[in-house]
T-cell receptor, first 114, second 113 residues
Framework: NAGVMQNPRHLVRRRGQEARLRCSPM?????VYWYRQLPEEGLKFMVY????????ESGMPKERFSAEFPKEGPSILRIQQVVRGDSAAYFC????????????FGSGTRLTVV | KQEVTQIPAALSVPEGENLVLNCSFT??????LQWFRQDPGKGLTSLLL?????REQTSGRLNASLDKSSGRSTLYIAASQPGDSATYLC????????????FGTGTLLAVQP
């Protein structure tokens, strides 16, 4: 079991470009969560998805950010027209349907906007 | 609104010492509580998971307790080692359909050789 796989590990984007972050959950996990860790801050919930459904996006900025978890393939967090304030570590986690076994996190994608 | 607080924010101890990290949460209606470790520039490693019906969990030199009614959890590390140096995060899973974790701000632990 390869665990939660995130790629890329590091991503550098110029202001105004788009950033795409990918997350493949653990085998058997159907729930995916995205969290953001800003420099010197704690992890903040962004969005919770199941296959083809967004369950809770209360932590997502209203503009420029979107997330999907298609029937086939990884979950994608997309940030359009990136700004310097988007520079952060973005972590993906997955859990089985009940969540009873806790969450498993990926190693994260560190986005730097220059 | 659920808020999670961790005390102390930073801790430095000599090798071999036993230590306790504290986590408190404002809403006792939690599904479970999880302790994580984060090394600099790395992801999160799950250490212990305590279900809301449980009082404690143990793994090796680590012991975590949960007192849901008072909104507190502690992580006890026995015989600390320099390799234990990291940031320790506690997170509560809120109930209901949202399923999300609410994280504390962490305790930065340094174990001096």
């Amino acid at each position: 079991n390869a665990g939660v796989m995130q790629n890329p590990r590091h991503l550098v984007r110029r202001r105004g470009q788009e950033a795409r972050l990918r997350c493949s959950p653990m085998k058997g996990h159907s729930h995916v969560y995205w969290y953001r860790q800003l420099p010197e801050e704690g992890l903040k919930f962004m969005v919770y998805l199941q296959k083809e459904n967004i369950i809770d996006e209360s932590g997502m900025p209203k503009e420029r950010f979107s997330a999907e978890f298609p029937k086939e393939g990884p979950s994608i967090l997309r940030i359009q027209q990136v700004v310097r304030g988007d520079s952060a570590a973005y972590f993906c986690a997955s859990s089985p349907p009940t969540g009873g076994d806790g969450y498993t996190f990926g190693s994260g994608t560190r986005l730097t906007v220059v | 609104k659920q808020e999670v607080t961790q005390i102390p924010a930073a801790l430095s101890v000599p090798e071999g010492e036993n230590l306790v990290l504290n986590c408190s949460f404002t809403d006792s209606a939690i599904y479970n509580l999880q302790w994580f470790r984060q090394d600099p520039g790395k992801g999160l490693t799950s250490l212990l998971l305590i279900q809301s019906s449980q009082r404690e969990q143990t793994s090796g030199r680590l012991n975590a307790s949960l007192d849901k009614s008072s909104g507190r959890s502690t992580l006890y590390i026995a015989a600390s080692q320099p390799g234990d140096s990291a940031t320790y995060l506690c997170a509560v899973r809120v109930g209901g359909a949202t399923n999300k974790l609410i994280f504390g701000t962490g305790t930065l632990l340094a174990v001096q050789p």
